[in-house]
């Protein structure tokens, strides 16, 4: 069988916290096959890795990442023992041994310019992929970077033919709607990357069970994104034995 490529979401954050160089390390050691960053803007235009539009659930501040600077957002990470990475930090981390999947989070065009200056003052264009939620940004990606992969995060009530003609060239449909329309539609034509858990799952984004992880292998998709890489590395394992 085709066995679908390991995602790390956010870093191996199962053991690890999230979108940080520990999580991204780890990631790689398990055996993932990419390994996933978020991505926002800080006020002074630095881009961090970051899921959140603040760090009150990681490190307790309700300061917004889009109004405080890196600096001001890195001393509040480390007040709660944790060390905020830019994008730049989590590239050199993962590509020199993986591919990275960067989430942006926001959807203006302000932040593509940003993380393609990143992408390309590493020289990483053919290292990355671009994970998107609008159509606009994904023809901005492709056109300000050409060559570059995106990966369209669909909204729940996008066309997927909109994204194919901007330039995506794979699409991210949620567990919990892989017997939907679009999801049926995209399965077996196009690359679907599926992420675990999440909304009508009952579980926390990219937290899988055993009778979760056996459904969305079910469906054939060509990569899984979850917390734990371990746990689908070792299903692999298994299956090649």
Aim: with cysteine; proline share 4%.
């Amino acid at each position: 069988m085709n066995r679908p490529l390991v995602i790390a979401h956010r870093g191996h954050s199962a053991r690890y916290p999230e979108n940080t160089l520990e999580a991204y390390r780890a990631a790689i050691a398990a055996g993932a096959d990419l390994v996933e960053t978020d991505a926002r803007l800080t006020a002074d235009g630095v881009v961090i890795a970051a899921h959140d539009p603040d760090l009150a659930r990681l490190a307790g501040s309700a300061a917004a990442i889009a109004t405080t600077t890196h600096a001001e957002l890195a001393a509040i990470a480390r007040s709660s023992g944790i060390r905020l990475a830019t994008l730049a930090e989590a590239l050199a981390a993962i590509c020199p041994h993986r591919q990275a999947l960067i989430d942006v989070k926001t959807q203006d065009l302000t932040i593509i310019d940003a993380v393609i200056a990143v992408i390309g003052g590493a020289g990483l264009r053919d290292r990355v992929w671009i994970g998107v939620r609008d159509v606009l940004q994904v023809a901005h990606a492709r056109l300000q970077m050409p060559g570059v992969r995106v990966l369209a995060f669909l909204p729940d009530t996008a066309n997927p033919n909109h994204f194919a003609a901007a330039g995506a060239s794979a699409f991210r449909i949620w567990e919990g709607a892989l017997d939907g329309k679009v999801a049926t539609g995209l399965l077996g034509r196009v690359p679907v990357w599926v992420t675990a858990g999440g909304s009508g799952t009952g579980r926390r984004v990219g937290d899988v069970d055993t009778e979760g992880l056996a459904a969305i292998l079910g469906k054939s998709p060509q990569a899984v994104l979850l917390n734990d890489p371990d746990l689908l590395v070792g299903a692999q394992n298994r299956v090649a034995s």
